[in-house]
Structure formats: C-alpha cells, structure tokens
C-alpha cells in the first residue's frame, strides 16, 4: 500500500501573499520589515508548539500583544495561508476519487492546523498530521518516522511531496520517497513514475 503525503504551504496552497503579511503588520501597528522578520524567524519554534500563540505574537511584535491583538492575528495568519494552488489541489481531488491513500503533513501550529482542517481541500484528506500537535517539525528525522509510524507503513511506500528541498531530503534520510514540488504539472508526471 503506497501512501502519497503532501505538504501544506507552498504546494496544495500558494505561498503566503506579501500583501497579506503586510496587512497583519498594518493591523497592529507594527514595521512591515521587522513584523516579517520576526515571523519567520520564530515561526519554527511556533511550529513546533514550544511557543503559544501569545508567545509567539509577543515576538513577533517585540511587545505583548494584547489577547484582542493575537484572535486577530491568528485569524489573519490561517486566512493568508487560505489560498488554493488550484492544479495542486485538482490533482488532490483526483487521487482521492482513484482511492488512492493521501495524508498531509505540514509545519503549522495548533491554531493553523485547526483552522485548516476547516478548508474543503483539506477536509477530504482523511489522515492530517500538522506539526504544532506533534511537538515535531520538518526537516527533523523524528516527524518522518512518527509520520511512517502512524500510518503503519513501511517507509519505502511513501512518497512525500513538498516545496522545501530540505524537508524532502529529510524524508528521503527516513526512508521516505522524496519528490520536490516545483508545480502541479511536474509532480503529476513524478507521481506517474514513482507509484
């Protein structure tokens, strides 16, 4: 039994909009530069679930953020990620039909995640696993074989898709069959060869 996983960001969604990012600065007053600094530098920790979210908006802002500050950010965050790859999210739809085994697993925290599962692309996706409630981030080792681990799958039967060349060399380490996401058109013709 093969299982296709998919990431989230950057391949079943498009990448987070630069005017979105600016928004969420504008929303709360903050420098557009430093706000998308911090974000991403602190992003992984997030990811990881070692910072909550008022933690994580703290840092991200420099100050406290109020907790009227944080709902709106948090809000604002699972909306920028919101934005279907459409030729991604087709094909999805198509191995889903076909009855093939499809999972997620993607970097996002606790908040992401609950506000993703409630996108219809990804509600079809029956096994989601999201690295804010595994306390595990890619392109760690651990979240692979906690990934292989629940799907009681044998590594090999695997093939994991994402846009970050060292997630996937991270799975590949695991056993996993990488395949770097580039565009949908791409990894149609990689998932005809590799399965």
Not at 56 to 75: D, I
Not at 116 to 139: C, H, N, T
Request: charged share 25%; glycine share 8%; with cysteine.
């Amino acid at each position: 039994m093969t299982w296709i996983v998919f990431d989230y960001g950057g391949v079943l969604s498009l990448p987070q909009p630069e005017s979105d990012a600016d928004a969420m600065a504008r929303a709360v007053d903050a420098d557009p530069e430093d706000f998308k600094r911090n974000y991403w530098e602190h992003r992984l920790e997030f990811d990881r679930a070692s910072l909550s979210p008022p933690a994580y908006w703290s840092a991200v802002l420099g100050r406290p953020a109020t907790q009227t500050e944080v709902a709106r950010l948090v809000a604002m965050d699972v909306a920028s990620w919101a934005y279907p790859n459409e030729g991604t999210v087709a094909l999805l739809g198509e191995l889903i039909a076909a009855g093939r085994n499809v999972a997620l697993l993607s970097n996002a925290p606790v908040c992401v995640g609950d506000g993703l599962d409630q996108l219809p692309w990804i509600a079809e996706i029956a096994q989601r696993f999201y690295s804010g409630r595994m306390g595990l981030v890619k392109p760690d080792r651990e979240i692979y074989d906690e990934l292989v681990r629940a799907l009681d799958a044998d590594p090999s039967k695997i093939v994991f898709i994402d846009d970050r060349e060292e997630n996937v060399a991270g799975a590949e380490r695991a056993g996993l069959t990488g395949v770097h996401f580039t565009d949908a058109a791409t990894l149609r013709g990689a998932l005809s060869a590799a399965l």
